[in-house]
């Protein structure tokens, strides 16, 4: 099993739509949770972090599950530029020994 | 602020020339991280450097070595190219395990 799944995807929405996206992960001692935006043939970056009580950044919603260990990512008013690669990033261990483990990535295509 | 910067953005190699990527970070980060990113596999960790004079090995560090030049500077060295190390090579860096700031990356192309 894969520290952290995501679905690949592609999810295909139409503009304006709802999406949300799902990512599991296997280390229970995780304590850092991040989603992070890829553009074709562009570096990963930051689009939130992810807070235990959950957090919203405009049309998007992150949200922590530790009981099930899950994190989710829900956008709305879905625009075209909003189509991407949204990657699952969760990281465990201390100070020195930081691990990062991402997600395959899914990927949302916005059509008009 | 430049951010994380690497260069090439491009090579191409024949199987056993080597070469090394430069990564440069101007944030006075203490961890610095290289990473391969292939299709279906997601982003997979080479090799880290948790503060300078350190490094240690990620999930693939097999014919890869890297040196911490200073704080800004975490280079990635390619002894032997193999076509297997075909991928898109990214750096990242961060600080007290926050958030990563990446590179935009290098398409190596091993023929």
């Known amino acids: 099993r894969k520290e952290v799944e995501q679905d690949p995807g592609p999810f295909n929405v139409p503009e304006g739509a709802t999406v949300a996206f799902n990512c599991t992960y296997s280390n229970s001692a995780s304590q850092s949770f991040f989603w992070y935006r890829q553009d074709c043939r562009k570096e990963p970056k930051l689009l939130m972090s992810v807070y235990s009580s959950g957090n919203e950044d405009g049309r998007f919603t992150a949200q922590l599950n530790r009981a099930s260990q899950y994190i989710s990512l829900l956008i709305r008013d879905s625009k075209l530029s909003d189509s991407a690669t949204y990657l699952c990033v969760v990281r465990s261990g201390t100070s020195g020994t930081y691990k990062y483990i991402f997600g395959t990535g899914t990927r949302l295509k916005v059509l008009a | 602020n430049a951010g994380v910067t690497q260069t090439p953005k491009f090579q191409v190699l024949k199987t056993g020339q080597s070469m090394t990527l430069q990564c440069a970070q101007d944030?006075?980060?203490?961890?610095m991280y290289w990473y391969r990113q292939d299709p279906g596999m997601g982003l997979r960790l080479i090799y880290y450097s948790a503060s300078e004079g350190t490094t240690d090995k990620g999930e693939v560090p097999n014919g890869y070595n890297v040196s911490r030049l200073n704080k800004r500077e975490f280079s990635l060295r390619l002894e032997s190219a193999a076509p297997s190390q075909t991928s898109v090579y990214f750096c990242?860096?961060?600080?007290?395990?926050?958030?990563?700031?990446f590179g935009p990356g290098t398409r190596l192309t091993v023929l």
């Open positions: 944030m006075n980060h203490n961890s």
């Open positions: 990242a860096s961060s600080e007290g395990g926050g958030q990563q700031f």
